[in-house]
């Protein structure tokens, strides 16, 4: 009876740690601009991911519009959830700088300058933009793993690195994060 | 030896729960004061902060989003529209600890839109980009040194200084490559076209 429990237990463990699909590791180059994705060089090594807010209720909103515009798109693959700061390191903020001319910005930092530890992702309270939504889900896919794309043919994918108003993620960006995940 | 396996279980589950209890509890001074989320955030932002500007956590990558500005508001935003060549790297540098910027020498060709300030007397500038090369945004790259642009620029002063800054990032910004023109983008559907003609282009529309 030990024996079966204890056989239980072991594959209870081995199922959490090997179903989660994760991914520990930064992937070479992929994507290209006509192919209308491209890896950003590295990616949040999960499909689930935790934050703490460090901003306003108004940018915190305008966050969650994007997470739940991004989880929805992606068929909820992917889920971001808000936690208490004593618990995760990735944040959200918002930042006033009139001389800085980009509208929101994600980065990803690490100790061992290889794979991210944590992420923040930034919007700049002095601008005004077309989409808040559409940029906060913009900078959500920076974090799985999807870089800009800028040329015009490209313009209708939620990567479009310029904030051009309402884009959906779309086939190709889907089956892109399904490639990196 | 059912009883004492009861009492093990027992005192473990009361003891997760109770450990559960605990981690969520919140955090109170020797005074009686809590902290409130906010706070605890705010603090643990500054924490966070603290790592990058010491070295001890460094930002290994970098995008931003900039805005789409028409035609119509890239030249009514900007101050002054020149032809030139990036000729120098004059500084480079942080502010708030992780907010890039690189100031760069550009000398004037010509000038399309000036001011009174700003005019074919002066034929440097010092121009303001977004990144640094420590922390360079990958799709808006810096200025290259000895390569020709368009740029439009806005004055924007701030306490006791003037800088200038390319209107909307990538809007502002026309690479020339081979005697074309190039914009990240391709913004305003102008890629591809000689500098003669977007330089006709540009005159045009200062005057509409």
Same mark, same amino acid.
């Given at each position: 009876?030990?024996?079966?429990?204890?056989?239980?237990?072991?594959?209870?463990?081995?199922?959490?740690?090997?179903?989660?699909?994760?991914?520990?590791?930064?992937?070479?180059?992929?994507?290209?601009?006509?192919?209308?994705?491209?890896?950003?060089?590295?990616?949040?090594?999960?499909?689930?991911? !935790?934050?703490?807010? %460090?901003? +306003?209720?108004?940018?915190?909103?305008? /966050?969650?519009?994007?997470? $739940?515009?991004?989880? =929805?798109?992606?068929?909820?693959?992917?889920?971001?959830?808000?936690?208490?700061?004593?618990?995760?390191?990735?944040?959200?903020?918002? !930042?006033?700088?009139? %001389?800085? +001319?980009?509208?929101?910005?994600?980065? /990803?930092?690490?100790?061992? $300058?290889?794979?991210? =530890?944590?992420?923040?992702?930034?919007?700049?309270?002095?601008?005004?933009?077309?989409?808040?939504?559409?940029?906060?889900?913009?900078?959500?896919?920076?974090?799985?793993?999807?870089?800009?794309?800028?040329?015009?043919?490209?313009?209708?994918?939620?990567?479009?690195?310029?904030?051009?108003?309402?884009?959906?993620?779309?086939?190709?960006?889907?089956?892109?994060?399904?490639?990196?995940? | 030896?059912?009883?004492?396996?009861?009492?093990?279980?027992?005192?473990?589950?009361?003891?997760?729960?109770?450990?559960?209890?605990?981690?969520?509890?919140?955090?109170?001074?020797?005074?009686?004061?809590?902290?409130?989320?906010?706070?605890?955030?705010?603090?643990?932002?500054?924490?966070?902060?603290?790592?990058?500007?010491?070295?001890?956590?460094?930002?290994?990558?970098?995008?931003?989003?900039?805005?789409?500005?028409?035609?119509?508001?890239?030249?009514?935003?900007?101050?002054?529209?020149?032809?030139?060549?990036?000729?120098?790297?004059?500084?480079?540098?942080?502010?708030?600890?992780?907010?890039?910027?690189?100031?760069?020498?550009?000398?004037?060709?010509?000038?399309?839109?000036?001011?009174?300030?700003?005019?074919?007397?002066?034929?440097?500038?010092?121009?303001?980009?977004?990144?640094?090369?420590?922390?360079?945004?990958?799709?808006?790259?810096?200025?290259?040194?000895?390569?020709?642009?368009?740029?439009?620029?806005?004055?924007?002063?701030?306490?006791?200084?003037?800088?200038?800054?390319?209107?909307?990032?990538?809007?502002?910004?026309?690479?020339?490559?081979?005697?074309?023109?190039?914009?990240?983008?391709?913004?305003?559907?102008?890629?591809?076209?000689?500098?003669?003609?977007?330089?006709?282009?540009?005159?045009?529309?200062?005057?509409?």
């Amino acid at each position: 009876m030990n024996k079966k429990r204890g056989a239980l237990f072991l594959s209870f463990i081995a199922f959490i740690l090997f179903s989660t699909n994760v991914s520990s590791h930064n992937l070479s180059a992929m994507g290209s601009e006509s192919a209308g994705w491209i890896y950003v060089g590295s990616h949040w090594p999960g499909r689930t991911t !935790y934050y703490f807010d %460090s901003t +306003s209720d108004t940018w915190l909103q305008r /966050f969650k519009n994007g997470e $739940s515009k991004f989880e =929805s798109e992606s068929g909820y693959k992917f889920n971001l959830y808000q936690q208490s700061s004593t618990l995760t390191e990735n944040y959200v903020d918002d !930042y006033g700088c009139s %001389s800085c +001319s980009w509208v929101a910005r994600r980065g /990803f930092y690490s100790i061992d $300058s290889d794979h991210p =530890s944590r992420w923040r992702i930034q919007f700049n309270n002095t601008k005004t933009a077309n989409s808040w939504t559409t940029v906060a889900a913009h900078e959500i896919g920076h974090i799985y793993g999807l870089d800009d794309v800028y040329e015009s043919y490209n313009s209708g994918r939620l990567m479009f690195g310029v904030d051009t108003g309402t884009r959906y993620l779309n086939t190709i960006e889907k089956n892109a994060l399904e490639t990196i995940y | 030896m059912r009883k004492n396996k009861k009492a093990f279980w027992g005192l473990a589950v009361f003891g997760f729960g109770l450990s559960i209890t605990l981690y969520f509890a919140e955090d109170s001074s020797p005074h009686g004061n809590s902290l409130t989320e906010e706070q605890i955030a705010e603090a643990k932002e500054a924490e966070l902060e603290k790592r990058v500007a010491t070295g001890e956590e460094i930002e290994i990558s970098t995008d931003a989003i900039f805005p789409f500005l028409t035609e119509a508001e890239l030249y009514a935003e900007a101050d002054l529209v020149v032809l030139g060549t990036v000729s120098s790297l004059l500084h480079e540098y942080m502010i708030d600890t992780d907010v890039p910027f690189s100031e760069f020498s550009f000398t004037v060709d010509k000038y399309l839109k000036s001011n009174k300030n700003y005019n074919s007397s002066k034929k440097e500038l010092n121009i303001t980009q977004d990144g640094n090369t420590l922390s360079e945004f990958e799709s808006y790259p810096l200025l290259e040194i000895g390569k020709q642009y368009v740029l439009f620029l806005k004055i924007h002063s701030e306490e006791d200084s003037e800088k200038l800054l390319i209107v909307g990032g990538p809007n502002g910004r026309y690479d020339i490559e081979n005697g074309y023109m190039k914009q990240i983008g391709n913004l305003h559907q102008l890629n591809g076209i000689s500098i003669d003609k977007f330089l006709t282009h540009i005159e045009r529309k200062l005057t509409e």
